[in-house]
């Protein structure tokens, strides 16, 4: 017995110093990966801090009241400021998202609380949803200039709309669709199905339980989808570069040409040379991406507020 017992306290020893060895190598793995994560969250963070900080540094020396509130002189000289560029870059933004954001909205809210019901038991709606989403999904990874060469070929020559705002916002509208519906679609499918299934046995309609219950929840995933589109836009110049004209006169209605400051931007550096106004061209452009995205994000969050106190 005592034989017995020596050798049971032995395994039972071995096995706690396993499970010891185990724990430490498990605790040791955990602090290695937690340890490169952290590092490549601040070489990120880094590389963003870099890169800003330079076209900060290199911009504002250049930027004034004059350099914001003047317009660029026609030719190649680079003279002038990027007044006109800022408002026509504003009123892109505004009409863009003005077309793109119900359509993206509307078709993934259809798809996910209303399609994606019916395709439980029905296999022809099913497969119609799946090529929606391989039709978006292959929009989303389609080269900018292709949309701006459709943009041309339909908006500008086929439609008579000409090189204007009207036309770059519904070519840009085409760029930034995908980018919507998939964002929208994710925040949706987040919102738990207990929440929708609680508010229609409580006797809510479906359209109450959408618009009170499912896109207040959805509402920081939908802006996230916006403020991508957002700066989507205002950074693009390929589609713009076909549809908008690139005047760098003030437009005065949207079916007048005009000059994003991307666009601006790479006439500078590009066809100009001047490289000071460039950074500073630049400069402003992250400024405004920022004051946009600020701006959103406030609009959102009250509206998440209000609609959440009337529920």
Not at 88 to 93: F, G, K, R, S
Not at 115 to 136: M, P, R, T, Y
Request: with cysteine.
């Amino acid at each position: 017995m005592a034989q017995v017992s020596s050798s049971l306290k032995s395994e039972n020893d071995a096995m706690r110093l396993r499970r010891a060895d185990n724990l430490k190598a498990r605790k040791l793995n955990q602090n290695i990966w937690y340890v490169l994560l952290w590092i490549g969250s601040l070489v990120t963070v880094a590389i963003l801090l870099a890169v800003i900080g330079y076209v900060m540094a290199e911009g504002l020396k250049v930027v004034n009241w004059e350099f914001l509130t003047t317009p660029p002189r026609g030719g190649l000289s680079g003279e002038g400021g990027i007044s006109t560029t800022i408002v026509t870059t504003l009123y892109l933004v505004g009409l863009t998202l003005v077309f793109a954001t119900p359509l993206g909205l509307g078709a993934a809210i259809f798809l996910v609380e209303y399609a994606g019901d019916q395709s439980i038991n029905n296999k022809f709606i099913a497969g119609l949803i799946q090529f929606a989403h391989f039709g978006v999904e292959t929009l989303a990874g389609i080269p900018s200039i292709i949309f701006g060469l459709f943009g041309y070929a339909l908006f500008v020559s086929t439609l008579s709309l000409g090189w204007s705002l009207l036309s770059a916002s519904l070519a840009g509208a085409c760029l930034i669709l995908p980018t919507i519906i998939r964002t929208t679609e994710e925040a949706l499918l987040t919102v738990p199905r207990d929440l929708r299934q609680g508010s229609l046995a409580l006797g809510a309609t479906k359209w109450q339980t959408l618009t009170k219950v499912v896109l207040p929840a959805a509402m920081p995933g939908i802006v996230t989808g916006v403020i991508l589109s957002v700066g989507r836009i205002i950074s693009e110049t390929a589609v713009f570069f076909v549809t908008l004209g690139g005047s760098y006169r003030m437009p005065t209605s949207i079916m007048d040409s005009g000059r994003t400051m991307a666009l601006h931007l790479y006439y500078l550096a590009m066809d100009t040379r001047a490289f000071d106004k460039a950074m500073g061209t630049a400069a402003i452009l992250i400024i405004t991406i920022i004051i946009i995205n600020l701006v959103i994000d406030q609009i959102s969050r009250r509206l998440t507020r209000g609609v959440r106190g009337m529920q």
